[in-house]
């Protein structure tokens, strides 16, 4: 049964500025369930990345509410905020997603042993992972010696390995070829699960549509359109 992780109600989000402020959000209600596939879209600088980081507790709305499964967060502390953020949400990023004094594997590897795995445990899970995606031969690279598609394929091993109820990505793709972009989104695709959302911010219209839905942010309204 699907559950609801993400509510947004209310949201307004405004930058201060020297001259002028910047209004990007204008009262958001939204809601996102476990088993969705959600793309998002809108021109540069409509408010993607905002609404992503309003999302992933890394930023907090002039008015109006975040919930993540369920629980506000507006009076958490940073420390309640961190600790929701290392178990149930991942985010990837369109670039320097992984530490590159690190191997493939031991960046799989770190989020978990945060978590409080032992490097043992740690270290099996994130091999099964990174074999998920095509990465068994490459566990002991460093991630300067991988491709860009490579890289993103770590970072989506680093994402997942926590199990988190909400993957946010951020034009995942953006820096690749169109081939690797679409190799990355059937990634997206393949991780779709009865007990997790995804959410990926995106300019290319081909991969948007493949979404279960398409969110569009425009002069800081939210259209929810089928894909
Ligand atoms: N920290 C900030 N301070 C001031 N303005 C910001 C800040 N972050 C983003 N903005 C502004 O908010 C708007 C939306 O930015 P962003 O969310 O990065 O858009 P997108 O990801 O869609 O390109 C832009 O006009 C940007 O300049
Ligand atoms: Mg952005």
Redesign the pocket.
């Given at each position: 049964m699907s559950k609801e992780i993400i509510k947004l109600a209310k949201i307004s989000k405004k930058?201060v500025?020297a001259n002028k402020d910047?209004i990007?959000l204008k009262n958001i209600n939204l809601k996102i369930n476990s088993g969705e596939l959600v793309s998002l879209t809108?021109?540069?600088?409509?408010?993607?990345?905002?609404?992503l980081h309003l999302i992933a507790l890394l930023d907090q709305p002039t008015s109006g509410e975040v919930f993540f499964k369920k629980k506000s967060f507006s009076k958490s502390t940073e420390g309640e905020k961190d600790l929701v953020r290392r178990q149930g949400i991942s985010i990837i990023y369109q670039q320097n997603n992984l530490l590159s004094d690190f191997t493939a594997l031991e960046n799989v590897t770190i989020p978990l042993v945060i978590n409080g795995y032992n490097w043992k445990d740690a270290t099996k899970k994130a091999s099964k992972i990174l074999s998920l995606v095509n990465l068994s031969k490459r566990l002991n690279h460093f991630s300067t010696e991988l491709s860009g598609g490579e890289q993103q394929r770590v970072a989506v091993a680093r994402a997942l390995i926590t199990e988190p109820d909400l993957i946010l990505a951020d034009e995942p793709t953006g820096s690749l070829d169109r081939k690797t972009a679409n190799e990355i989104f059937s990634l997206f695709s393949k991780l779709k699960s009865k007990n997790r959302a995804i959410l990926y911010?995106t300019h290319n219209r081909e991969l948007a549509n493949k979404a279960d839905y398409k969110l569009n942010?425009l002069d800081g309204n939210i259209t929810r359109k089928n894909a």
């Amino acid at each position: 049964m699907s559950k609801e992780i993400i509510k947004l109600a209310k949201i307004s989000k405004k930058f201060v500025g020297a001259n002028k402020d910047i209004i990007v959000l204008k009262n958001i209600n939204l809601k996102i369930n476990s088993g969705e596939l959600v793309s998002l879209t809108g021109p540069s600088g409509s408010g993607k990345s905002t609404l992503l980081h309003l999302i992933a507790l890394l930023d907090q709305p002039t008015s109006g509410e975040v919930f993540f499964k369920k629980k506000s967060f507006s009076k958490s502390t940073e420390g309640e905020k961190d600790l929701v953020r290392r178990q149930g949400i991942s985010i990837i990023y369109q670039q320097n997603n992984l530490l590159s004094d690190f191997t493939a594997l031991e960046n799989v590897t770190i989020p978990l042993v945060i978590n409080g795995y032992n490097w043992k445990d740690a270290t099996k899970k994130a091999s099964k992972i990174l074999s998920l995606v095509n990465l068994s031969k490459r566990l002991n690279h460093f991630s300067t010696e991988l491709s860009g598609g490579e890289q993103q394929r770590v970072a989506v091993a680093r994402a997942l390995i926590t199990e988190p109820d909400l993957i946010l990505a951020d034009e995942p793709t953006g820096s690749l070829d169109r081939k690797t972009a679409n190799e990355i989104f059937s990634l997206f695709s393949k991780l779709k699960s009865k007990n997790r959302a995804i959410l990926y911010a995106t300019h290319n219209r081909e991969l948007a549509n493949k979404a279960d839905y398409k969110l569009n942010i425009l002069d800081g309204n939210i259209t929810r359109k089928n894909a």
